[in-house]
């Protein structure tokens, strides 16, 4: 594909989204004060009475008390007005929402049949299954070791700032509902959420992971049949191009879609809730600096002084990420960056696609980072032991769900019920999960690029 990432004009993108990131901020926080002031008041103040009537009802062990009843009842209530309340507002900033939604049904349209034409084109380039094997036993190798790092980074920050210490709540009434839906932890539902049934099924709902499984099938098997998969191939190849031509006019948008995305947030949480979560934010933003660091560290093991080269590559994707909260809306422009960087395309069709499913960096230590923090605002303390065990089952339930929404809370509800941790807590951080997803996301890219980089150099295919 070295045709379409020949060198071009100047990109003025990243400026763009720039531009449209700061006028956003500014946009959403005059809204916030006034367009939406209203419903964000009946939110707060529903949200404040709630907390503190869970509180009286976990010091009421007798649920036949009239007063209990009394109580619940209220709960529900302003549960509804609170629901009530966010539709509303919803509503209001519903023509800002669309613009950052709309951008990413468009990636999204794009992502599966990218995945699938470029790793099946990447693997029967490979040539043959010892070459699939060799190459991704070194990317599975470097995925597990970054998601380990990264789980234990988030780990010891969290063990070594204790932001949840101080919140000193109690443990709350095990009927209260989060809103989401644990993951399953059992085998059988893991290895059925990584082989598909219907490869059309997989495409429609962007199940990343299945889609990969069967592109590694396929391109073997095209590879396989020799000088008749060769039209595969080009057909293929020349279908990558076609996409990668859309994603070009689809790009063109991102600016727009940013702006969208960070009016409608910072309306709906408005600049408060920095400051209401500045410590536990500012804490994470320092593990994820500190993640980038080590995974550059890592990167510049093979590429030396060239990992600043990457980074400049890199910035629009990774800045692009930041603002849609979106990894997958980084995929495409990340595809090919790493090309112009002199990834081979082989190896970058091949890698890149398994890191969404298997290299999350930025989503695995938000996922220590959160669920000890949560221990830690109940007072649940839990020893190094127990500590590694949510580390080793986290690596186990987070792998092949970047398909699935909010993907990091869904994994930490299931990790919580298996330590007996109060799934409640995961309601500490509904409020700031997006503003936090922003740097997930953003690391996620970063992660996935050194990873592809270093895969290159491993296999002297980088080029330079």
Known sequence: MAEIHAPAKKNRLTLYILIALILGIGLGFMLNSSYVSAENQRIATAEVTIKSLQNQLTTLHDTTFPAYHSLKAEVESLSKSKSAAIIARDDKLEPFSLLADIFLRLIKM????????????????LGDIKSVGRIGGKTLLWFFSASFASLFLGMMLVNFFKPGVAMHLPLPDAAVDTGIKKTALTLREFLYHVFPSSVFESMAKNEILQIVVFALFFGVATAAIGEKG?????????IAHVILKITGYV??????????????????????????????????????????VVLLLAGSLFVRKRIFTLLRHIKEPTLLAFSTSSSEAAFPKTMMELERFGCNDRIVSFVLPLGYSFNLDGSMMYMTFASMFIAQAY?????????????????????GIAGVPRASLVVIAGTLATFNIPEAGLALLLGIDPLLDMGRSATNVIGNSVATVAVSKWENSLNG
């Open 230 to 238: 060769e039209i595969v191939i080009k057909a293929m190849d020349a």
């Open 379 to 399: 007072g649940i303390h839990l020893d190094p032991g127990t500590e590694l065990s949510m580390l080793l089952v986290l690596m186990l339930t987070s792998k």
């Open 251 to 292: 790009m063109k948008a991102a600016p727009v879609a940013v702006f969208g995305a960070m009016t409608a947030i910072i309306a709906k949480q408005g600049l408060g809730i920095l400051s209401t979560y500045s410590i536990f934010i500012s804490e994470f933003y320092f593990g994820l600096l500190l993640l980038w």
């Open 110 to 125: 794009i992502v599966a049949p990218l995945v699938f034409t470029t790793l099946v084109v990447g693997v029967a380039k």
